[in-house]
Structures are given as structure tokens and as C-alpha cells.
T-cell receptor, first 110, second 113 residues
């Protein structure tokens, strides 16, 4: 079946370092969404990318959608302790349901 | 605007019992989706309801069911609970059907003993 994979599963960084998580789909996606879940919290929508090669920025966060619309990345510049959490990508299946990646858990050491 | 609410927040049940979880979407949102979150399997889609009709279903056994009311509130039911059903059950609402931006509730933490 259709799969959405994320790497790495875990990432520990020193505060101030950059961080990147990668998302790969087994099929072409009509869009890709990114969510953040803080420890003990629930997923919160960050952004949706729709166009091939699209790049969007939110302050220190940069999101990219691959040219083939099968992969995406989230890059955080100069991480802060407030960036701690699990970042999920999600893409629609051919039946319309949203398939989430396993997530990348980010730990930031102050 | 009030967010998505879920009740109860925590629940402890024993094997064989059944459970009903409730979700109230954001006002004006007509789509409600349910997800199961476990450390091993991540976020798994259960089903989506829109205008009181199930529009999409994940790969879960028939013990998992749901419904949506005319006011868009939704319930999900799990019968004959198994230990493996212990999880965080998340409800998410959206203003339209399909794979749009999901607004998640705080979840119901279900523990099956």
C-alpha cells in the first residue's frame, strides 16, 4: 500500500544548530502537509504545499516540496528549545485519506 | 473560535469491554476524522465523516465504528476491547471533506487492562 516515510526518526541537536527532516512518499502526492506535536500535546498544522518545487518559509522554518511531488523537507535554522517536538508530514492517499509519516522527534539541548 | 474538544480525556477499561469517545469539531467544520496514535504505529487513520456519512475508512477491524450527528459532533465506538487498543485517540475537524488542513483535538488516552 501507499506509504509515507520520514527520516530521521530522532534528532538531537545543540541549540543554535540547524535541523532537517525528510519525507518520502511511495506515490506522487497532490499536496503535502506538515504538523508539529509538542510532548504531551496534539498535532498542530504548520503548512500545506501544493505545487511542484514549492518552497515556503515561516520565520526559521523552510518547507520544500520536491519537483516530482514525492518528497518534501522541513528545515529549521538555528534551533531553539521551543522547537522541541515531533514533526510529521502527511499526504493524501489515492482514496483521499491522509497518511502520516512516522514523524521525526527533535530534541534541543540548551 | 473554540477548538476541537474531546471527551473523556482519559479512560481505563478492561479487555472485552466497549468504549465510546466523543468529539465536538470547530464550529462550522463539517468533516471529522479519527486517528489512533501509538508509539509503534504512529498516527493511523480510522475514518472520516462528512455530513453524517462515513466518507473514508482506514484499515481497522469492524470493532471500530463511528457516527456523526447533524450538528457535526462525532462519536467513535470500540467494542470487545483488546490490550492493543491502548492508544491516544485523536479527533480532527476540517471545514470540508478530504485531505485538508486538520485541526486536532487534545485526544482521549485509552488504557486497556
Amino acid at each position: 500500500g501507499q506509504q509515507v516515510m520520514q527520516i530521521p526518526q530522532y534528532q538531537h541537536v545543540q541549540e543554535g544548530e540547524d535541523f532537517t527532516t525528510y519525507c518520502n512518499s511511495s506515490t506522487t502526492l497532490s499536496n503535502i502537509q506538515w504538523y508539529k506535536q509538542r510532548p504531551g500535546g496534539h498535532p498542530v498544522f504548520l503548512i500545506q504545499l501544493v505545487k511542484s518545487g514549492e518552497v515556503k518559509k515561516q520565520k526559521r522554518l523552510t518547507f520544500q516540496f520536491g519537483e516530482a511531488k514525492k518528497n518534501s523537507s522541513l528545515h529549521i535554522t538555528a534551533t531553539q528549545t521551543t522547537d522541541v517536538g515531533t514533526y510529521f508530514c502527511a499526504g493524501p492517499s489515492n482514496t483521499g485519506k491522509l497518511i502520516f509519516g512516522q514523524g521525526t522527534t527533535l530534541q534541543v539541548k540548551p | 473560535k473554540a477548538g476541537v474538544t474531546q471527551t473523556p480525556r482519559y479512560l481505563i477499561k478492561t479487555r472485552g469491554q466497549q468504549v465510546t469517545l466523543s468529539c465536538s469539531p470547530i464550529s462550522g467544520h463539517r468533516s471529522v476524522s479519527w486517528y489512533q496514535q501509538t508509539p509503534g504505529q504512529g498516527l493511523q487513520f480510522l475514518f472520516e465523516y462528512f455530513s453524517e456519512t462515513q466518507r473514508n475508512k482506514g484499515n481497522f477491524p469492524g470493532r471500530f465504528s463511528g457516527r456523526q450527528f447533524s450538528n457535526s459532533r462525532s462519536e467513535m465506538n470500540v467494542s470487545t476491547l483488546e490490550l492493543g487498543d491502548s492508544a491516544l485517540y485523536l479527533c480532527a475537524s476540517s471545514w470540508r471533506q478530504g485531505n485538508n488542513e486538520q485541526f486536532f483535538g487534545p485526544g482521549t488516552r485509552l488504557t486497556v487492562l
